[in-house]
């Protein structure tokens, strides 16, 4: 658990009260327009009600399911907003359960203020067909904290040859399909999920990666990898691949979703795209524009991911990716690893950092620095993501599912890894003194995460 005062609880065992009165906040809905004072009133799940700091007493209304009982959260100097959509996640069950679990990662979730997130496709079996979309579902359930949204798998095993059925698993329930981890290197292949993806109006979310350029790379390439000595990936490894789906995306009038981008030119690339009007989103990670090249300069394998950190360059091209709406969504790319998966040669660890739990206090940092407001942060950390997905989450408008996340955008704490409520540790940001920290993480109208000032 994050600290001792932390306290997370799954909806199975602390079932939605009648009521529940959200005092005082400055509640900022950027899809609703809305940023001021208010009491924000949930009952039986849903919002019913957001009034004028004092208009929603329980004491002095006549409601049904309310009552001078009613529980009521003091949200005084906090921030209140519609709960994280993460809509990149790997929660690694089933298969690698020794990483990660459908619990964990959901516990870890609500303690980053995450009410949902979207999980990748490849577990083993890898989830392309209806009966690992219903396990995971099934799971999820159980666990009771964060909602999980599954994505399904693009090819058969992520294999890149026989296209899975997508028919049958969004009947199970996936929002999407992905076969993150691995690009779709078939051009034929990826038209194909592209116009047939478009029947059940399903965005192809892709990892852009061009496995000639990359092939046995492990950072970034750059001056940074000449010192190392360490066989670099280049930003064209990226950028080739958007720009081969954006012309796919042309011919077939999908829909293309461009995940962790994280090059100028592949910025660049969808800015344009979206200019002419082609149906193209994409998501950055808070590594992505918190962390360049220089953080490999230890050997630190917890600084080794897909795509790698890039260049100083890079990073201010995200930022402004992220401040003019080039870049839509603020996703974490959670990838949980066991130790003995990084604590090992550079070349030889795993890809990937965990990040549900950072995922606020980082992108508090691009508000900090002036790059985003405060709205536009909530916009790519909520709105965006569930409009990308069509999964109805990011509001706080009356009648709206109550995903809530309430928090403190000054608390300050230090990121101690053996803490975290996810089941791994590989995180670059250990030690880190970071400002931002969910305060109460509410879904569906139950409080799931409480952090106590």
């Known amino acids: 658990m994050p600290n001792s005062n932390a306290i997370a609880t799954s909806r ?25 004072r208010y009491d924000v009133l949930v009952e039986n799940g849903r919002i019913s009600a957001i009034g004028e700091p004092g208009s929603l007493d329980p004491a002095q209304l006549a409601m049904p399911g309310m009552s001078e009982e009613t529980p009521v959260l003091d949200a005084s100097g906090l921030i209140v907003a519609p709960g994280f959509v993460d809509m990149h996640v790997h929660l690694r069950e089933p298969g690698f359960e020794y990483k990660e679990t459908i619990e964990t990662g959901c516990r870890a979730a609500v303690a980053g203020g995450v009410t949902s997130v979207a999980c990748m496709a490849n577990t083993d079996p890898v989830n392309d067909n209806a009966a690992v979309t219903q396990y995971i579902l099934e799971k999820a359930r159980k666990a009771g904290f964060a909602n999980v949204f599954p994505i399904g798998a693009v090819s058969v095993g992520l294999a890149g040859e026989r296209m899975a059925e997508f028919g049958e698993m969004v009947e199970a329930g996936i929002v999407a399909v992905s076969d993150d981890g691995m690009p779709v290197v078939d ?50 490894g990226e950028s080739v691949m958007v720009a081969r789906d954006i012309e796919l995306l042309r011919t077939s009038k999908g829909r293309l979703h461009i995940a962790h981008i994280s090059c100028a030119e592949a910025v660049e690339m969808v800015r344009r795209a979206k200019a002419e009007g082609l149906d193209v989103t994409a998501e950055a990670t808070p590594h992505h524009f918190i962390l360049d090249d220089t953080a490999v300069e230890s050997y ?13 360059g890079d990073v201010e091209a995200v930022r402004r990716g992220l401040a003019d709406g080039t870049i839509d969504a603020i996703a974490t790319d959670h990838a949980p690893h066991h130790r003995d998966e990084k604590v090992c040669e550079f070349d030889k660890a795993a890809f990937g950092i965990v990040g549900l739990e950072t995922m606020l206090p980082l992108s508090l940092e691009l508000v900090r620095r002036g790059c985003i407001d405060l709205g536009r942060m909530i916009d790519a950390m909520s709105v965006r993501p569930s409009r990308v997905l069509g999964i109805g989450r990011g509001s706080l408008a009356v009648g709206a599912v109550a995903d809530i996340v309430v928090f403190d955008p000054e608390r300050e704490w230090t990121l101690h890894a053996d803490a975290m409520a996810t089941k791994s540790r590989n995180t670059p940001f250990e030690g880190w003194k970071l400002k931002g920290k969910a305060v109460w993480t509410l879904v569906g109208g139950t409080v799931v995460w409480e952090d106590a000032r």
């Open 12 to 36: 199975n065992t602390r079932p939605a009260p009648a009521a529940l009165l959200i005092r005082g906040g400055r509640v900022i809905d950027p899809a609703g327009g809305r940023d001021g």
């Open 187 to 236: 051009s034929a292949l990826m038209r194909r999920a592209l116009e047939y993806a478009r029947m059940f109006h399903l965005p192809v979310i892709v990892h852009e990666e061009d496995p000639g350029l990359c092939c046995g790379a492990v950072m970034h390439e750059g001056g940074m990898s000449v010192r190392l000595g360490l066989k670099g990936m280049p930003s064209a």
């Open 300 to 312: 630190n394998t917890n600084a080794k991911m897909k795509p790698p950190l890039r260049s100083v």
